[in-house]
């Protein structure tokens, strides 16, 4: 019997086939390829999301040890300029760059006036909100930023005698003893 024109046709394509695996014959991925793919995003998702997660915690802690940083040196830089001015008794006030800060033993006082006026915070720009402070001698401000725990606040104590340093503090707690904003 004689081959067809069509059967002499069909033997040299499928002659070019022969040698070929069934993987090469189709396009695409093999299943163990792609289970693979997966498995490798599955490790990176895992990897990366908790500390994407974490990243707003350590955001706020951040910018509130930058405050009080900010706050210590306030301090510092309106002593200096308190006894420049002779400016030391139990109240008084000096200019810091054109900023008037009111003192208390030639340290700023517990309030806006005050160490937020020497640090050059603004609570809405900023996002941070005070606690009430006072201008009296010991009392006390918290400058806390919103949005973040209520233990997470930098509080400042003016100095109680002439010859006392104002209590700064960086309160940074999650109440069980963790820390974090």
């Known amino acids: 019997m004689k081959p067809s024109l069509r059967t002499k046709a069909l033997i040299p394509a499928l002659a070019g086939q022969a040698g070929q695996s069934l993987a090469a014959a189709r396009p695409g991925f093999t299943l163990v390829e792609f289970l693979v793919a997966l498995l490798f995003v599955a490790t990176v998702v895992a990897l990366a999301v908790p500390r994407l997660w974490n990243m707003g915690s350590e955001a706020r802690t951040a910018?509130?040890?930058?405050?009080?940083?900010?706050?210590?040196?306030?301090?510092?830089?309106?002593?200096?300029?308190?006894?420049?001015?002779?400016?030391?008794?139990?109240?008084?006030?000096?200019?810091?760059?054109?900023?008037?800060?009111?003192?208390?033993?030639?340290?700023?006082?517990?309030?806006?006036?005050?160490?937020?006026?020497?640090?050059?915070?603004?609570?809405?720009?900023?996002?941070?909100?005070?606690?009430?402070?006072?201008?009296?001698?010991?009392?006390q401000i918290a400058i806390a930023l919103n949005g973040a725990r209520a233990s997470c606040t930098v509080v400042y104590t003016a100095p109680t005698a002439a010859d006392a340093q104002p209590l700064i503090r960086y309160v940074n707690s999650d109440g069980n003893g963790g820390t974090g904003c």
Not at 85 to 95: D, I, K, M, T, Y
């Open 63 to 139: 910018k509130q040890q930058a405050i009080f940083g900010s706050v210590r040196a306030a301090a510092q830089i309106t002593r200096a300029a308190a006894q420049v001015h002779n400016q030391l008794g139990e109240s008084g006030a000096v200019a810091v760059d054109g900023t008037n800060i009111s003192t208390v033993y030639g340290y700023p006082t517990a309030t806006a006036a005050g160490i937020v006026a020497a640090t050059g915070l603004d609570t809405a720009n900023d996002q941070v909100s005070l606690s009430e402070g006072g201008t009296k001698a010991g009392s």
